[in-house]
């Protein structure tokens, strides 16, 4: 009986655990934009302290995870983790954050984007925002296989990540691989990198410009809360006052300038927290309250 027991598990079971996480690559091979050609780096993945880094990354996908079709509302997230442009903390800023979407009945998918290495690729200030529009598009044209509403997808980022997010939300209609079906439907931004010119965070704005960090047009370009428009999506933003590795002026001048341009937003912040918490909030007193704000909001929003 046990063995029977065993092999339906195995069977039934495991089928439907790999059914909810697929990996799709962004690019087809041997079209990755920017890669140049014959240049080979091997990705790499460590656990230290319970956090997953993952750097090296050449070949850019995401990982869909899918609610049951019981609990589906229709609703997507792209889930961009944060690593200051040099790695990917994709476990509590990727993995974790789908699975707690997915409880709520909202598709999740987690986007491997390319690092900036000039190593690998050409103009690497403009490889992460291509791997994110890439990302939404390839949602976007496969909502009907997905059970989501193509009106209803929103991207999410951590730090560095929130700054690609953010990117996005503003920028979707510029540079090379431009398109309106890269545009967020909402955006979600957790102690988001947003400028690049005071209070910035040096690390990730040094990492995406490289040899070019001091450009003062690439600066304002890459400073988020000059890009808003009437055009930027509704956007939901968390961040801590204690926060010493992305101040939170970050998120308060973004938050403004989404108020001057009509956008709609809302913003929650904390007295403590610091900075790369994920949902691993229970230490931090207020900050555990942030993932029902969150919930609220985007049910509000993504119900209409």
């Known amino acids: 009986m046990r063995f029977l027991f065993i092999t339906i598990f195995i069977a039934i079971v495991l089928p439907q ?10 690019w ?14 091997t990705e790499k993945s460590e656990t230290g302290g319970d956090i997953l880094r993952v750097s090296n990354v050449s070949v850019p996908t995401i990982t869909a995870y899918l ?11 792209m ?3 944060g690593g200051g442009y040099a790695l990917l903390a994709s476990g509590h800023e990727g993995e974790e954050v789908a699975q707690w979407f997915n409880r ?17 690729m050409t103009n690497q200030q403009e490889v992460p925002l291509m791997d994110a529009m890439q990302g ?22 951590f730090s560095a990540g929130g700054h690609l997010a953010a990117t996005l939300a503003t920028h979707y209609h510029r540079g090379p691989k431009a398109n309106e079906q ?21 690390g990730s704005r040094d990492n995406l410009l490289g040899t070019l960090k001091n450009s003062p047009e690439l600066i304002a370009y890459y400073s988020n809360e000059l890009q808003v428009t009437n055009q930027t999506p509704p956007t939901f933003l968390v961040h801590s006052e204690d926060d010493k590795s992305v101040p939170v002026e970050n998120s308060i001048n973004y938050y403004l300038a989404c108020l001057k341009n009509g956008v709609p937003a809302e913003m929650h912040l904390y ?22 704000t969150c919930k609220a909001w985007l049910m509000a929003l993504t119900s209409r």
Not at 28 to 41: H, K, R, T, V
Not at 136 to 157: C, F, H
Not at 271 to 284: I, V, W
């Open 271 to 292: 007295p403590t927290g610091g900075h790369g918490y994920g949902l691993r909030t229970a230490k931090f007193g207020s900050l555990t309250t942030w993932p029902e």
């Open 79 to 81: 889930i961009c983790p």
């Open 182 to 202: 890269s545009k967020p439907n909402f955006a979600i931004l957790l102690y988001p990198v947003v400028t690049f010119g005071e209070k910035a965070h040096t």
């Open 17 to 26: 655990i790999a059914l909810s996480q697929e990996v799709i690559k962004l």
């Open 28 to 41: 087809p091979d041997g079209a990755i934009p920017n890669a140049i050609a014959g240049a080979q780096i």
């Open 136 to 157: 939404m598009v390839l949602i976007r044209q496969n909502a009907a296989r997905y059970g989501i509403k193509s009106d209803k997808i929103g991207v999410m980022g």
């Open 104 to 120: 709520m009945g909202v598709a999740a998918f987690v986007l491997k984007y390319r690092l900036p290495n000039p190593a690998i």
């Open 67 to 77: 609610p049951s079709k019981e609990k589906a509302t229709g609703a997507a997230v």
